[in-house]
């Protein structure tokens, strides 16, 4: 079965500092990864796809194909970064979800 | 509010009763899934349409839940006999799918989830 292993439940950083959060991923073919997060009383919402190379509030991700991780980062964090970030990929038909790092943004 | 709902937002239920959940998808989204998610933990996959037919059941999910979205529309999901470790966010996502390579890509959009708590 594949799975997606995010290996930090709570990452604290001070506003400004850079930030990773790291998702590694088991899966036999080529993945298909995203990355979710969901914001204090918000609904969970897709933040960027590894397909779109996009950079999304200045978070990008690359998928490393040799180290199975597809890592969020951003080099200067926000306070309005601080939420739950889930890393997830895709298996037939539906998403896998990992555990999920919560995100803390210090002032 | 034109995305998915969910209702009831909160259900607290005694242990062996039948809890039904609704969701209503964004109206032209063909897919629909629903997802259980416990304290410190991602969503767990329980199952999806494509539709009206029922495309895969998690092989997790136990005989005493059922799932139908008749119509292709909305989608009801019931527990039969709840227990305690039921409780549980159930979320409703659903995506617009269409052929070929775009498949598998398609971005899920969650309602807001409804609560059960069985007593």
């Known amino acids: 079965a594949q799975r997606v292993t995010q290996p930090e439940k709570l990452l604290s950083v001070f506003k400004g500092a850079p930030v990773e959060l790291k998702c590694n991923y088991s899966?036999?073919?080529?993945?298909?990864l995203f990355w979710y997060v969901q914001y204090s009383r918000q609904r969970l919402q897709l933040l960027l796809r590894h397909i779109s190379r996009e950079s999304i509030k200045g978070f990008t991700a690359d998928l490393n194909k040799g180290e199975t991780s597809f890592h969020l980062k951003k080099p200067f964090a926000q306070e309005e970064d601080s939420a739950m970030y889930y890393c997830a990929l895709t298996e037939g038909g539906k998403l896998i979800f990992g555990q999920g790092t919560e995100l803390s943004v210090k002032p | 509010d034109t995305g998915v709902s969910q209702d009831p937002r909160h259900k607290i239920t005694k242990r062996g009763q039948n809890v039904t959940f609704r969701c209503d998808p964004i109206s032209e989204h063909n897919r629909l899934y629903w997802y259980r998610q416990t304290l410190g933990q991602g969503p767990e996959f329980l199952t999806y349409f494509q539709n009206e037919a029922q495309l895969e059941k998690s092989r997790l999910l136990s005989d005493r839940f059922s799932a139908e979205r008749p119509k292709g529309s909305f989608s009801t999901l019931e527990i039969q006999r709840t227990e305690q470790g039921d409780s549980a966010m159930y979320l409703c996502a659903s995506s617009l799918v269409g052929r070929g390579p775009s498949v598998g890509r398609e971005k899920l959009f969650f309602g807001s989830g409804t609560q059960l708590s069985v007593l």
């Open positions: 899966y036999s073919g080529s993945p298909e």
